[in-house]
């Protein structure tokens, strides 16, 4: 079946640095997915990639979808401790069926 | 809108007991979703619905589990008995089929114990 992996699986990184974390599928996804988990949370909907090589930002944060529609990078600048939490990419090749990468646990050393 | 609802937050039951997990998907969305997030295994999706009917229940673990969706506000997960590995964070989460700009909604979860 479809696999999703992330990586890396944990980044810690000093408050104001920048950091990207990669996402890779196994097949080729119509759409990829991108969520953030606060510590105790929920994962919380952030953007959706659609098209090949398609780049989307959100203040810091910046998204990219590969050429092939089998990976995707989240980019965030200057980061702050607000940016504490897990991020997940989620793949979705057929249906309405998203599959979850393992996801990137981030920590911020202030 | 007041989002996802699921219920109950947490529960703590013995090995063997019945636990029912409630969810209420936002009014609207037509498809409804049941994942599983532990530690190890991260999130895994169970089954989803679409239009009240189940589509894909290939992540349910084992005849144990059992999902259903009566009605378009309702839906409930079921573990029967319940065992000790089946601790976890269930979440629900709900969608509007094809629309770009919202993905997935997830609830706030149900933490459960099994002792």
């Known amino acids: 079946g479809q696999q999703v992996m992330q990586i890396p699986q944990y980044q810690h990184v000093q408050e104001g640095e920048d950091f990207t974390t990669y996402c890779n599928s196994s097949?080729?996804?119509?759409?990829i997915q991108w969520y953030k988990q606060r510590p105790g949370g929920h994962p919380v909907f952030l953007i959706q990639?659609?098209?090949?090589?398609e780049v989307k930002k959100q203040k810091r944060l910046t998204f990219q979808f590969g050429e092939a529609k089998k990976n995707s990078s989240l980019h965030i600048t200057a980061t702050q401790t607000t940016d504490v939490g897990t991020y997940f990419c989620a793949g979705q090749a057929a249906g309405n069926k998203l599959t979850f990468g393992g996801g990137t646990r981030v920590l911020v050393k202030p | 809108d007041a989002g996802v609802i699921q219920s109950p937050r947490h529960e703590v039951t013995e090995m063997g007991q019945e636990v029912t997990l409630r969810c209420k998907p936002i009014s609207g969305h037509n498809s409804l979703f049941w994942y599983r997030q532990t530690m190890m295994r991260g999130l895994e999706l169970l089954i989803y619905?679409?239009?009240?009917?189940?589509?894909?229940d290939s992540g349910m673990p084992e005849d144990r589990f059992s999902a259903k969706m009566p009605n378009a506000s309702f839906s409930t997960l079921k573990i029967q008995p319940s065992e000790p590995r089946d601790s976890a964070v269930y979440f629900c989460a709900s969608s509007l089929g094809g629309n770009p700009n919202y993905g997935y909604t997830f609830g706030s979860g149900t933490r459960l114990t099994v002792v």
């Open positions: 097949t080729t996804l119509s759409n």
């Open positions: 619905f679409n239009n009240n009917v189940p589509i894909d």
């Open positions: 990639l659609v098209k090949s090589g």
